[in-house]
């Protein structure tokens, strides 16, 4: 089992920043990749970016230059920093885990992902 928490989601103005936490507990060493979705309202979930366990970073092409996915040593957090926030990124923001190793194209598949958190709201105000 793995339990993952996330914290840090707020309301910001256009243009702003912030830091999403992931909490990973239970069989951390378990894990093959770490990453993080969102979901609009009315929208299907989708990939936001990604760190396997040897520290490769993978991202939507939508964030690239803007979010920056990390994961501390001991790989009991994964954070996600967000900045030049725009409106279209309001959306609630999951953790994921996956236990498998699976193709670079495989980490954008949410149906891949065996344990998820129970979500952040960032909201992102024009």
């Known amino acids: 089992q793995v339990q993952l928490a996330e914290s840090g989601g707020g309301s910001v103005q256009t243009g702003g920043s912030l830091r999403l936490s992931c909490a990973v507990s239970g069989r951390i060493f378990s894990n093959y990749a770490l990453a993080w979705f969102r979901q609009a309202p009315g929208k299907e979930r989708e990939f936001v970016a990604a760190i396997t366990w040897t520290a490769r970073t993978y991202y939507a092409d939508f964030v690239k230059g803007r979010f920056t996915i990390s994961r501390d040593n001991a790989k009991t957090t994964v954070d996600l920093q967000m900045n030049s926030l725009k409106p279209e990124d309001t959306a609630l923001y999951y953790c994921?885990?996956?236990?498998?190793?699976?193709?670079?194209?495989?980490?954008?598949?949410?149906?891949?992902?065996?344990?998820w958190g129970q979500g952040t709201q960032v909201t992102v105000s024009s």
């Open positions: 994921a885990s996956r236990l498998t190793r699976v193709e670079v194209a495989g980490l954008s598949v949410s149906s891949g992902y065996n344990y």
